[in-house]
């Protein structure tokens, strides 16, 4: 929202982008308008998603219920929607504990920097074509430096309860964080290929003609599954395996510094969906979204959704992989992945441009321009796909062979208890 | 004269954030502190980046410094319980390390004021955005045939040896059985 003495002329009509001028004409200081206009972006941006997070609680509660055959939330208010309404109130007024030993201050630090990093993601999502906190040059660097701080969150908070168990979810839950961030950024790097930037609206510009996951379904998917593992929900629920380390880093935790620890991980996973839609949906375009530019939120919002409810779909019917098979996945798999998927995409848009295919920038938003160039790039992640499915298979009947082989030769020893070891 | 507008403000906070933050490194006894303390020190340094308009570098500070290296001095850390909680951290060399670092510290700061000092004439003032370049720039003068290409790929050779190092370092030795 840099606004210069330029806008001043410009009518009060859009009130959110010239605030500061309309201010200015009602005979305010410049610099206080500016900041004034400024604060109140940066409120709106931060609450928005604080406010939306309880009622996407009720609807992942009314979600899972179904899916597990049960009504779900129907007491509080209509349809129980005030129900996360109530769940705040009572963790408000549960006791706050904090353990013997613990460090009281990181203690206290931990839950605000969970908030803090993922409200911070908000200031660069792109809502319309108008519409943006920062349109930073840097966007996805800045979504992938902030993230990276998570980390710190994660340390802090198991270490400053003085619990052991605390302390091993901490552990577990950072080598889950630190090696899927190897393939979600290289999976990021994709659209920064085709888009030629890394701003949030030049990518969404990119995808006027084409979305991304058309164009990229394997780094939608990567991006897709390391972005699941970072929200740390099933099936990547390792840190929080009930039977193995009761509730991960944030055990010790009571009262309203869980529930911020809770809202921060449903923030987290809207957060991961509205990035999502906008790197690879498309993002604001829709129908008639170059006349009413305000129409791209509704558009927004709602490939936002459809993310959304595949994620909780995926939680709630996906069971929780063991530790080293989450590693398995990540290193053996998605990282050799990725790294393939980065050579294979720069060669073929290297190639759709020398064959000619790329659409003239005047038709850039066209689809049918854009389609020679979608089919090439299409065609390419669906070979390479083909190729590591088939690597996986044969991997997958190995290790069955072994595991018969194995059985094979226990199988004659006798009954009794030694035959385990 | 050093003019008070809101950069000079951000210069100083940020300023304060580094020196408080590397203070508390030395000061604290307690090892994870330390670290923390050095988190907070290399965000200073951050957005001194960003004062500069070097967004892009600004970024790859956080991710580098604090997304990796830090977590991996704190994982260290908090690996090593028993270093977590020493009572007695100083040691007798504290003084050839204080010594040390004032020394640094003097050439450092001859380094970076020598070559400026006597510069003070009007004309020589350059705007930073006419002198810095954004992520673009950068990307192209690391891969320029005139550029820097070849001390980028020294820098790859060198990450990708110590990567291969560490593999071989944290390699099982009945790794060949299994």
Same mark, same amino acid.
């Given at each position: 929202?840099? =606004? ?55 609807? +992942? ?124 950024? =290289? ?30 379904? $394997? ?22 395996? +009930? ?29 991961? &969906? ?66 393939? $998927? ?17 659409? &003239?920038? +005047? ?47 226990? +199988? ?10 | ?35 923390? *303390? ?55 060399? *504290? *003084? ?20 400026? *000092? ?61």
């Amino acid at each position: 929202m840099g =606004l210069t003495g330029g806008d001043v002329l410009t009518t009060c009509v859009d009130f959110i982008n010239t605030l500061a001028p309309c201010l200015v004409r009602a005979g305010w200081h410049g610099d206080i308008a500016n900041l004034l206009s400024l604060l109140l972006g940066v409120v709106i941006v931060a609450t928005v998603p604080l406010l939306t997070v309880i009622l996407l609680i009720w609807i +992942e509660r009314k979600f899972a219920a179904r899916i597990q055959d049960r009504i779900g939330p129907n007491r509080v208010g209509p349809y129980g929607l005030l129900q996360s309404l109530a769940d705040a109130l009572k963790m408000l007024t549960k006791e706050d504990i904090t353990p013997t030993g613990a460090d009281r201050v990181l203690f206290n630090l931990a839950p605000i920097i969970t908030f803090a990093t993922v409200v911070l993601i908000w200031a660069i999502i792109p809502f319309t074509p108008l519409h943006i906190g920062a349109d930073l040059s840097i966007g996805i660097l800045y979504f992938v430096a902030v993230g990276s701080i998570g980390a710190v969150k994660v340390m802090i908070g198991g270490w400053s309860s003085n619990n052991k168990y605390a302390l091993l979810g901490a552990f577990r839950t950072i080598a889950l964080i630190v090696s899927y961030e190897v393939p979600m950024i =290289l999976a990021l790097l994709v659209p920064v290929l085709m888009a030629g930037s890394m701003g949030m609206q030049d990518l969404t510009h990119a995808q006027g003609g084409m979305w991304f996951i058309v164009m990229s379904p $394997l780094a939608a998917i990567i991006f897709f599954i390391a972005n699941l593992a970072e929200t740390g929900r099933s099936p990547f629920d390792l840190l929080e395996a +009930e039977s193995e380390l009761i509730a991960g880093y944030h055990i010790e935790y009571s009262g309203f510094k869980f529930g911020m620890f809770m809202a921060g991980e449903f923030m987290q996973v809207f957060t991961v &969906a509205v990035l999502t839609a906008v790197l690879f949906l498309g993002g604001w375009w829709g129908p008639f979204v170059d006349q009413v530019p305000a129409l791209g939120f509704i558009w927004l919002g709602l490939k936002t959704a459809v993310v959304y409810l595949f994620m909780l779909l995926i939680r709630n019917t996906v069971p929780r992989f063991r530790i080293d098979q989450v590693m398995n996945i990540n290193w053996k798999f998605m990282v050799p992945l990725s790294i393939v $998927l980065i050579l294979l995409q720069s060669f073929l848009l290297r190639l759709v441009d020398v064959l000619g295919l790329r659409p &003239a920038p +005047e038709l850039a938003n066209d689809l049918l321009a854009n389609l020679p160039q979608t089919l090439v790039l299409l065609a390419g992640n669906l070979v390479l796909g083909a190729i590591f499915l088939l690597l996986l298979q044969r991997h997958g009947r190995t290790l069955r062979k072994a595991d018969e082989a194995l059985a094979a030769v226990r +199988e004659p020893a006798p009954a009794g208890g030694m035959a385990e070891a | 004269m050093i003019e008070l507008n809101a950069q000079t403000i951000a210069f100083a906070i940020l300023s304060a954030l580094i020196l408080g933050g590397g203070l508390g490194v030395v000061t604290t006894r307690n090892l994870v502190h330390g670290a923390l *303390w050095l988190i907070l020190s290399l965000l200073g340094v951050a957005g001194y980046f960003v004062l500069l308009s070097a967004p892009f570098l600004a970024a790859v500070q956080v991710l580098v410094y604090i997304g990796a290296i830090a977590i991996l001095i704190v994982f260290a850390v908090m690996l090593t319980r028993s270093m977590t909680s020493l009572g007695e951290v100083r040691n007798r060399q *504290w *003084w050839i390390s204080a010594i040390t670092v004032v020394l640094l510290f003097l050439l450092l700061a001859v380094g970076i004021i020598l070559p400026v *000092w006597g510069r003070g004439a009007p004309g020589d003032v350059t705007t930073l955005s006419a002198t810095v370049g954004g992520a673009v720039e950068l990307g192209e003068a690391l891969v320029a045939g005139d550029g820097f290409v070849l001390p980028f790929e020294v820098a790859s050779i060198l990450l990708t040896a110590a990567m291969i190092g560490a593999i071989v370092v944290a390699r099982d030795e009945e790794d060949g059985q299994a």
